[in-house]
């Protein structure tokens, strides 16, 4: 279990960014951070990775605290996808690219050879192990900084918007790898501005506003609460939204949409 | 997936190739020709076929081409055995150009009993120019007598172009998958757009959707004036936007009615501060400071940043940014505004704020608006038309429901269809 209490970080020791936050984050849940641009959800996951450093306040993994950990120490728990996989590819090939982690965590050739063909199989890269990062598509970028971050077979996978700037097609591969994962019993933190992806998929949502932590609940308490919901910055799922058009209730997701229609048709029938 | 690797491998490769190719080829060119017997005195010009062969290879523009002709020249200059070897100095660069300008209009891109002839009729016609100038020049400052020119220096370029013809029809096809090998004609297919006719009207509002790799960017850049035409270009396509004709208007003045947004409209930010960022767009245009303040001022209202000037471009949020960039390409009164995926990576809110301010610039300031995007839930409110790409291909253009009808009923993009249309689509009739 990730802890994290009265988490507090500023700029400059003025502009402060996270304003204690306190939280708990269970094994095997999907965890979604959302609020507005500039709310203080990176940051959060950064503190978290250790990329950044609280000023004050206490982050605790299982019975280890981590408040000063670095990155370094933390890529044998949790892998970290940034927004953009540009910003995170560097190697010359696939391959080298996934072999990365496991070779700097101290893993022998025949682990690292089997590290790397488990995180490819699990993201569908296998075959492209020659080539070059840079040359791929987008998605295949995305696809690929996912593996790297699996290949150092950690039990909490930091997702940072991963579906910005991919197509809908796209969007629906990396959304069912995440599933699959959690389902393996990963734990998932996910970054995102998507609401249908929040109410889909995710077990717990936080929302950030201007540092402070908003709301800590199911995504149906705060899909429940239309007006919570847009003060926040949000948006209600395109699901809730047409459920209260059909007059069908809340419901999160299009598959429960879809329920609530068929039953209704059933019963008019 | 190999496509889709092949086609970044492509899209990433420098812009200098064009240079190193054709250093290869005249260097192999300029050791052919020592080589090469002579039968009659007549021997192939293989600068020529090599030029030639560089510039269909590479498409350069003409101007690129005027370059390659010159080095062409001065390498023939210092290798020819011709009575007046700095003729070559006039001839190949006027050569290089022309091959070059028929290059980039593909003007005998065309097939004979299936085989695409344009290497033997380039090779035949450029042969013929450089040739023609060559001996025309020779004649006139030698002062050779009219019947040699007449009966032997020009016969002997029209032997040299047919030979010409020959060899660079032979050579064309290994020279192709040589240097083009992941830009040959089967994936070059998948980067030119393609039967792309078009209008878009004065003061519309389009979106443009479609998987990614489907064309949306290039189509996008292509009507901002950033034409891309190093993998074929765009074919059999008429593209009129504000009644211009883009594909025969000069770039710079597409650039001048079209502002971009790009996908990544921070790289577009370059000052520090708001104010700042909007007059460095005015200053290189040369106005006074009282129309930069007074314009500036104008555009912040529009975009609704007024009173921001002085902020740092780092402290604002994803929306203002994306306000900014979009402010920075107003200013300069583009008539065309043209975005790729403007929300990305924007909170609901601000999502909501931009396709608000869009709509705001497209009623209120007749402004024509072009956008690429997925989330078409946004869009509703705003779109006049709606196009969908797939494959470098123009699938549909129409109204918003009848787009959407389109790619529901022929699974274009479907997946892109908001959850509301597609329910309604699926309900037909039923609906509440």
């Given at each position: 279990m990730l802890k994290l209490k009265d988490i507090n970080y500023s700029y400059n020791k003025k502009d402060k960014v996270l304003d204690c936050i306190t939280l708990e984050i269970h094994e095997g849940e999907i965890v979604a951070i959302a609020g507005r641009n500039g709310s203080g959800k990176t940051t959060l996951t950064r503190i978290i990775m250790g990329i950044m450093n609280a000023d004050n306040g206490f982050m605790q993994l299982d019975d280890n605290d981590i408040t000063k950990a670095i990155p370094a120490d933390m890529a044998k728990y949790i892998g970290y996808v940034f927004q953009n996989p540009d910003r995170q590819l560097f190697a010359s090939s696939v391959f080298e690219e996934v072999a990365y982690a496991p070779k700097k965590l101290g893993f022998n050739g025949k682990e690292v050879d089997a590290s790397v063909k488990k995180a490819l199989d699990a993201t569908g890269?296998?075959?492209?192990?020659?080539?070059?990062?840079?040359?791929?598509?987008r998605g295949l970028k995305q696809r690929l900084a996912i593996a790297s971050a699996l290949a150092a077979k950690p039990r909490i996978l930091i997702l940072d918007?991963?579906?910005?700037?991919?197509?809908c097609r796209e969007r629906t591969i990396l959304l069912r790898l995440m599933r699959k994962f959690n389902l393996e019993g990963m734990t998932i933190i996910l970054v995102t501005h998507d609401m249908d992806i929040i109410a889909e998929h995710a077990h717990k949502v936080v929302v950030l506003e201007k540092g402070l932590l908003k709301f800590n609940g199911t995504p149906l308490e705060l899909f429940s609460n239309e007006a919570l919901t847009l003060k926040l910055g949000l948006e209600l799922p395109e699901a809730v939204h047409v459920g209260e058009e059909y007059n069908l209730g809340i419901c999160l997701t299009p598959r429960e949409l879809y329920k609530k229609l068929e039953e209704r048709n059933h019963s008019h029938v | 997936m190999e496509n889709k690797t092949a086609m970044n491998k492509n899209q990433n490769e420098g812009s200098l190739r064009w240079i190193t190719i054709t250093t290869l080829l005249l260097a192999i060119g300029v050791i052919l020709r020592m080589i090469s017997p002579s039968i009659g005195g007549i021997s192939l010009n293989w600068n020529i076929v090599m030029y030639c062969l560089a510039i269909m290879l590479c498409r350069p523009t003409p101007g690129q081409g005027l370059g390659i002709g010159i080095v062409a020249g001065l390498v023939a200059t210092m290798t020819s055995k011709a009575a007046l070897p700095y003729a070559n100095l006039v001839s190949e660069p006027i050569a290089g150009y022309l091959c070059a300008y028929m290059a980039s209009k593909r003007i005998f891109d065309f097939k004979l009993v299936n085989v695409n002839v344009e290497p033997a009729f380039m090779a035949f016609i450029t042969t013929i120019i450089s040739g023609g100038i060559f001996v025309t020049v020779t004649k006139v400052i030698i002062n050779l007598p009219i019947n040699i020119y007449l009966y032997a220096m020009l016969p002997t370029v029209g032997i040299m172009a047919i030979l010409g013809m020959i060899v660079g029809q032979i050579l064309y096809k290994p020279a192709n998958k040589i240097f083009n090998v992941s830009n040959n004609e089967k994936n070059k297919n998948k980067y030119t757009l393609n039967h792309m006719n078009l209008t878009i009207n004065k003061g519309s509002f389009t979106v443009v959707t479609g998987v990614n790799g489907s064309g949306k960017t290039t189509l996008l850049l292509t009507i901002a004036g950033a034409r891309i035409n190093y993998f074929g270009g765009i074919k059999n396509s008429k593209l009129i936007v504000n009644d211009i004709d883009i594909m025969h208007t000069e770039l710079a003045e597409l650039n001048h009615q079209v502002g971009m947004v790009m996908a990544d409209y921070e790289g577009q930010l370059v000052t520090e501060t708001v104010g700042d960022e909007i007059a460095f767009s005015l200053e290189n245009l040369g106005l006074e400071l009282n129309e930069i303040l007074k314009k500036r001022s104008q555009v912040l209202e529009m975009v609704g940043?007024?009173?921001?000037?002085?902020?740092?471009?780092?402290?604002?949020s994803g929306g203002q940014k994306q306000r900014l960039a979009i402010a920075t390409v107003l200013v300069v009164d583009s008539s065309i505004l043209v975005l790729d995926e403007p929300i990305a990576a924007i909170d609901p809110e601000g999502a909501i704020e931009i396709y608000s301010l869009l709509k705001e610039l497209n009623t209120k300031y007749h402004k024509t608006i072009i956008v690429a995007e997925h989330d078409l839930k946004y869009i509703s409110d705003c779109v006049t038309q709606l196009i969908v790409l797939d494959n470098g291909e123009l699938k549909y253009a129409g109204t918003m429901d009848e787009c959407l009808s389109f790619m529901y009923h022929s699974k274009v993009y479907a997946e892109a269809i908001p959850l509301k249309s597609k329910i309604y689509l699926e309900l037909g009739d039923q609906k509440c």
């Open positions: 890269l296998t075959g492209l192990e020659q080539h070059s990062p840079q040359m791929l598509s918007e991963p579906t910005t700037g991919q197509d | 940043l007024s009173g921001l000037e002085d902020r740092l471009i780092t402290s604002l």
